[in-house]
Structure formats: structure tokens, C-alpha cells
């Protein structure tokens, strides 16, 4: 199995931005759909964007098109999601999961989770 840690969390204003990474351990990164959730409180946890085994392809969540963007460097065993033109609804636990099985596009099926890690934007 893989190991998943998330970082790069943090505070932030509206409209500024954050880089989250997470860095796997364990098996072969490179055999996993990597994606991007969040929780806020209160809410459940939602899908934020995924990426391809090999990176070639993503797949995004209607909130975070256009200012989120999700990669992968499979010689770092790590994946990011840059968060641009943050909002106070962005305020969230983040956490990366992967999976072996399944495509992208499917956001369920993800059976391996970091621990996550915190954003907070203040308006």
C-alpha cells in the first residue's frame, strides 16, 4: 500500500494562493490515480480534482475549474494542487487519497487517504 502526507497548508486572503503537496511512500506511485478532497466543517468531504497515472489527464470539480490545478511528478512521488484565487468557501481540510483501480473521472474508489491538511481563507 501507499503512504500519503499531506503539506502546504495554511491562512490566506481572499484571492491569494497556496500550493498543497503530498508526498506517497510505499509502493510504486506511478500505479496510482492520485486526487484532491476537502471537508469543511459541517459538510461532507467533496472531491476537488484528480489526475491520470501518468499525469497526461485531469479532471476537475466545478469549483475549482479555472483556479485550481492539479499535477503529478512521479519521479518525486508527489502530487500538488495550486490553488489560485482563493475564497472564503475554500476554507477546508485538504486531503490527497490515490487509488489503483478505477479512472479519473470517477471520484469514488479512492481507498488510501492522508491525513490532511488545513486552509483557511479570511475575506
Known amino acids: 500500500q501507499v503512504q500519503l502526507v499531506e503539506s502546504g497548508g495554511g491562512s490566506v486572503q481572499a484571492g491569494g494562493s497556496l500550493r498543497l503537496s503530498c508526498a506517497a511512500s510505499g509502493r510504486t506511485f506511478s500505479n496510482y490515480v492520485m486526487g484532491w478532497f476537502r471537508q469543511a466543517p459541517g459538510k461532507d468531504r467533496e472531491f476537488v480534482a484528480g489526475i491520470t497515472r501518468s499525469g497526461g489527464s485531469t479532471y476537475y470539480a466545478d469549483s475549482a475549474k479555472g483556479r485550481f490545478t492539479i499535477s503529478r511528478d512521479n519521479a518525486k512521488n508527489t502530487v500538488y494542487l495550486q490553488m489560485d484565487s482563493l475564497r472564503p468557501e475554500d476554507t477546508a481540510l485538504y486531503y490527497c487519497?490515490?487509488?489503483?483501480?478505477?479512472?479519473?473521472?470517477?471520484?469514488?474508489?479512492?481507498?488510501?487517504w492522508g491525513q490532511g491538511t488545513q486552509v483557511t481563507v479570511t475575506s
Open positions: 487519497a490515490g487509488k489503483v483501480l478505477g479512472t479519473v473521472a470517477v471520484v469514488t474508489g479512492y481507498n488510501y
